[in-house]
């Protein structure tokens, strides 16, 4: 009975107390709260970009390969020994240089022989004639005697083109390859022997999609790049493209032909392309940064005064429609008039309705033809 006497007089003297911490704690929470609701967050730091007019001139991007205005490989066009080359691979060739020899003393013994033939024919058609005219012969003899001639004649000149087959020459100048025979090589009719190029000019087929096709005209400028020389451009302009489109892909060939007189542009070379309509546009810009991405649409952050100061600024998301793309910037078509101000960069953090204070000490510069150089 005394423990629970003890026991009861401990609670009473402990109920005070941890009611009072409780009452303590409560109040402390409230005052929290309160503060809180009261708190407001300081305004978002941004960088910030005009959205500027501009004139342009249009540009249609594509990949092309290069094409050789005249190529080919070499082939023999008659079998035979190879006694004898005459070129060196990889070095230019005028048209008409001799490349190749195969040996043709057959050929030249049974020239000889065919000669012979000839000249007999035409000395029996000589005395033919002769006794034609004091009728010592029928009409029959004397045409089986020009026919002689004839036969005889025509087999010389096709010894003489086989013999003429036996040399091999460039058909046009250009730059060979690499050689693909040897001294004492047997080759058949058909054989390569090497490849020839012509390197100036040089052609650039590409494809455009059907909706550019009104741009598309002959004699349009054209620059074009190749990652073998990053940053040397090579003009040149349009010279053909196809009356009718791929029926695949809806798009339309086109052929541009370039100066190459150094001979940088070789066939299947991979390039990129760069076309230029002859007209100009006026467009509204904003850096690629303001843009942001997402499954409705593309939209920006533009910044507004709030009404209630006049240093409190706030962002308010806008969705728009982007047009072309040039350096940093893009054009704008619809959603954005001149002189607004849109957040440029770090988008990714905002929400509409949020205070921010622009500062643009640490702001890009955003260029139209920005050179980040090689890294």
Known sequence: MKKLLWVGVGLLLALPIVGTLVLIKALQFGAMGAAAAQ??????????????????????????????????????????????????????????????RLDSDIERAQLREAEA???????????????????????????????SVQQAEARADMIRALIAKKTLSAP??????????????????????????????????????QPQLA?????????????AYPERPFEGRVTAFNPDLDPQTRSVRVQATLANPEGRLRPGMFVSVLLLPGRTERVLLIPITAVQHGPYGD??????????GENTLRVQQRLVRLGARRGDFVAVSEGLAAGEQVVSTGVFKLRSGMAVVVDNRLAPAFRLDPDPGNS
């Not at 708190?39 to 500027?52: G, H, I, T």
């Not at 741009?215 to 990652?227: F, N, T």
């Open 39 to 100: 708190m407001q967050m300081p305004p978002e730091p941004v960088n910030a970009e005009l959205v500027r007019e501009a004139e342009w001139h249009p540009e249609l991007q594509a990949v092309g390969s290069v094409v050789a205005v005249q190529g080919t490989v070499i082939r023999t066009e008659a079998e035979g020994l190879v006694r004898e080359i005459r070129f060196e691979a990889g070095a230019p060739v005028k048209a008409g240089d001799e490349l190749v």
């Open 117 to 147: 033939a000839a000249a007999l024919a035409r000395q029996s058609f000589r005395r033919a004639r002769e006794l034609a005219r004091s009728r010592n012969i029928s009409q029959g003899e004397l045409d089986a005697a020009a026919s």
């Open 172 to 209: 046009f100048d250009g730059r060979l390859g690499i050689r693909r025979v040897s001294v004492g090589q047997f080759l058949d009719k058909g054989s390569p022997v090497v490849s020839l190029h012509s390197l100036d000019p040089v052609y650039v087929e590409f494809s455009l999609p």
């Open 215 to 227: 741009e598309l005209a002959d004699g349009l400028p054209v620059r074009v790049w190749s990652d």
């Open 299 to 308: 939209a920006v952050f533009v910044i507004e005064p709030d009404g209630q």
